[in-house]
């Protein structure tokens, strides 16, 4: 079975600081995929980034930043000079194939407030 | 509008009643699925289907659950019997088949309340 954690149930920092969310993923499966995804207010789950499993290179996209450690089973994700428009819930997720029909299996989301 | 969509957004029914969700995907997408979202948690695996065929159903899917797709194109989500548990966001998202490197797109979600 796939897990994913995390564990920053809600972070609040102010707008141009630094922000890390961190994931944690459980996994027996040695092919995967990891995801971020952001859920503003209006709800729709817009996708952010995939790795899989074979690639550990880290991968920066503006302002989004993501650092993946199979070492750690790590996959985290760093906001850099924060925006109030960053503010929604981050989820993490996770999938595999073999028969698990590549469904995501998300953690419980981290709700990020960044104050004016 | 070429995403994902969902309709009605919102809903709100007595306990004990039907009600019946739809959702458009992505029209070349051959893989849906449906999740669902409870207040403080992550979405949660409810349903998958390749074209018109149901491969997947989570145990959280209780018998008074039901979802087609006909024809391979829309799908719909019915819940009978409603009970106040169900009150919950109702998503769906669609990817283009493959392996899991393809990025799945969400809609909007269908907000169950069941009073």
């Known amino acids: 079975a796939q897990k994913v954690t995390q564990a920053q149930t809600e972070i609040s920092v102010v707008e141009k600081e630094d922000v890390t969310l961190d994931c944690v993923y459980e996994?027996?499966?040695?092919?995967?995929?990891l995801f971020w995804y952001k859920q503003p207010p209006s709800g729709e789950l817009v996708f952010l980034i995939r790795?899989?499993?074979?690639?550990?290179q880290n991968e920066i996209s503006g302002r989004y930043s993501w650092n993946f450690q199979k070492s750690t089973s790590s996959f985290n994700f760093t906001i850099t000079a924060s925006q109030v428009v960053d503010s929604a819930v981050y989820f993490c997720?996770?999938?595999?194939?073999?028969?698990?029909?590549?469904?995501?299996?998300f953690g419980k989301g981290t709700l990020l407030t960044v104050n004016p | 509008d070429t995403g994902v969509s969902q309709d009605p957004r919102h809903k709100i029914t007595k306990r004990g009643q039907n009600v019946t969700f739809r959702c458009d995907p992505i029209?070349?997408?051959?893989?849906l699925y449906w999740y669902r979202q409870t207040l403080g948690q992550g979405p949660e695996f409810l349903t998958y289907?390749?074209?018109?065929?149901?491969?997947?159903k989570s145990r959280l899917l209780s018998d008074r659950f039901s979802a087609e797709r006909p024809k391979g194109s829309f799908s719909t989500l019915e819940i009978q019997r409603t009970e106040q548990g169900d009150s919950a966001m109702y998503l769906c998202?669609?990817?283009?088949?493959?392996?899991?490197?393809?990025?799945?797109?969400f809609g909007q979600g269908t907000r169950l309340t069941v009073v």
């Open positions: 790795r899989n499993s074979f690639d550990e």
């Open positions: 998202a669609s990817s283009l088949g493959g392996g899991g490197e393809t990025e799945a797109f």
């Open positions: 029209s070349e997408h051959n893989r």
């Open positions: 289907f390749q074209n018109e065929a149901q491969l997947e």
């Open positions: 997720a996770l999938s595999v194939g073999r028969g698990s029909n590549y469904k995501l299996t």
């Open positions: 996994t027996r499966d040695t092919t995967y995929y």
